[in-house]
């Protein structure tokens, strides 16, 4: 008997291949493709009763249009190239779109200190799928470093910056917040420099490798 490979359901009308899905009943297919809301749509099938009851959940909260949370997004980023089956192929679906629609909802993309051009929903896919611990995809043109400093920031702006304004606002599409003076991610908590109370660090490494430079303007403060 056919199973379908997100909801675990044996009871679906129809069946077919979704690439890097596996087999899927015809619910799923239009869920995964469409979003969480085509269960709201009249033609779309019924909740089979031997679904699993966390895939269902998941559903159901993307559905309700519940913000992103940490969860979601560090099974999404590791999620990314890698192959993956019921609970987790569905949250990463769902995760998916919910970071889809953040950058939607901020023109496309969002200009960060990291790169000199703004970063849309396409890069920091790309990135997570160069990220480790995932498949480490050969992507060219973004490093090791650069894929990590580009997760950490946008999950900075996606999941803090909305809790914690004093952090910084994305206007007209740029960030505008507290970034570290060195390697330019944007901050979750911030470490001043104690002599001049104005540089920013993510971390002590990050302060000791920008002193050469930093050391020559640095200025006691008043």
Not at 102 to 127: K, T, Y
């Amino acid at each position: 008997m056919t199973r379908c490979d997100l909801c675990g359901t044996q009871k679906g009308e129809t069946y077919g291949s979704i690439y890097d899905v596996g087999m899927v009943c015809h619910r799923c297919s239009l869920l995964s493709m469409a979003g969480a809301e085509m269960a709201m749509m009249p033609h779309c099938p019924k909740v089979p009763d031997d679904i699993d009851p966390e895939v269902l959940s998941i559903q159901q909260r993307a559905l309700a249009r519940e913000p992103l949370t940490a969860v979601e997004y560090e099974a999404w980023v590791e999620s990314c190239g890698n192959p993956t089956k019921g609970r987790l192929k569905v949250m990463e679906i769902f995760a998916e779109k919910k970071i889809e629609r953040w950058f939607e909802d901020h023109g496309g993309s969002v200009q960060i200190r990291l790169s000199p051009d703004p970063i849309p929903f396409e890069l920091l896919r790309a990135c997570a799928m160069k990220h480790p611990p995932t498949s480490q995809v050969d992507i060219p043109g973004i490093s090791v470093e650069m894929a990590k400093a580009v997760i950490q920031s946008f999950r900075v702006l996606i999941l803090v910056l909305h809790h914690h304004p004093d952090m910084g606002e994305i206007a007209n599409g740029v960030f505008v917040g507290h970034e570290c003076d060195y390697c330019g991610k944007v901050l979750e908590s911030i470490r001043r420099c104690s002599r001049c109370k104005k540089k920013k660090y993510c971390n002590r490494d990050c302060q000791k490798s920008h002193w050469r430079e930093h050391k020559k303007v640095c200025q006691p403060a008043k």
